[in-house]
């Protein structure tokens, strides 16, 4: 973290009150988290001009901290949830040994860089539909030799990983498309659509990756996905018809809920 003079009381109250006006639940943190980022007052003002102007405060900081990690975040980049460390919690307790792991419709690259920074010492391969999300997952994986890919799900997977991931970790879109308008405006506003609609019943991408995971999975590998309490079950049912063994994780502080598939 960048260091910073101490910023007086009175700029650190200020800030604080402007952040509670425009509606910041947790202004303090909030404030805290931007005084002690910028490097400047100056920077220190234009953060707090754009947090109270709606941008998420991972987008104004310019991080997002997911499993003791700093991931880089930019405009236009979907911004990792807190809720989903529990997928990859779920990824290493089931394959603590996995020596290729892929971070699919990896947005920012987290899953991965978490993955790494879990198992230690990996092939690690991220893919994304999204150039400004391919771009910054680049720059996530670089420390641990990740490769970062372009294209529609498994077409832009090198062949040679056929048969070989032991973890593929599957952050999909899942929000059925005619929910997207009750997403918080900052979701709505500032992420990009391909990466929060999931189509008529937010399940159209999930059942793409559940017919083609058994082609890449190695034996025994499996493959995760997080989804919904209420379309788990449709979930569960296309991985046991591409030929997975279906297990759900439920993780009820963060509300995580997470589909896993094992090859035979």
């Known amino acids: ?15 604080v009150l402007a952040l509670r006006a425009a509606g910041c639940v947790f202004a303090e943190d909030e404030a805290e988290l931007i005084l002690t980022t910028a490097r400047t007052p ?15 405060l991972e987008l104004v900081v310019g991080w997002a901290e997911f499993r003791g990690l700093r991931i880089t975040v930019g405009p236009g980049v979907f911004v990792p949830r807190r809720r989903t460390e529990f997928l990859v919690e779920q990824a290493l307790a089931r394959a603590p040994g996995a020596g290729v792991v892929v971070d699919l419709c990896c947005g920012s690259g987290a899953v991965g860089a978490a993955l790494a920074a879990g198992l230690g010492p990996v092939e690690l391969h991220a893919a994304d539909i999204d150039p400004a999300a391919v771009a910054c997952a680049r720059g996530n994986v670089a420390a641990a030799g990740g490769h970062v890919h372009q294209g529609d799900l498994f077409e832009a997977l090198p062949g040679g990983l056929r048969g070989r991931v032991g973890i593929l970790a599957a952050n999909v879109p899942y929000v059925p498309s005619d929910e997207i308008g009750l997403l918080p405006p900052e979701a709505r506003a500032h992420e990009p659509l391909v990466a929060l609609d999931g189509g008529a019943d937010g399940l159209d991408v999930l059942r793409r990756v559940a017919a083609e995971a ?48 094992v090859a035979p």
């Open 1 to 15: 973290m960048p260091s910073v003079s101490p910023v007086p009381p009175s700029s650190r109250d200020s800030v």
């Open 42 to 56: 100056a920077e220190a003002a234009a953060m707090v001009e754009r947090r109270v102007a709606g941008l998420p």
């Open 214 to 261: 058994p082609r890449w999975l190695a034996p025994g590998g499996c493959v995760l996905v997080e989804t919904s309490r209420h379309q788990a079950p449709k979930a569960l049912d296309a991985f046991e018809r591409s030929g997975l063994t279906p297990h759900l994780a439920v993780s009820e502080e963060p509300y995580a809920h997470v589909v896993i598939g």
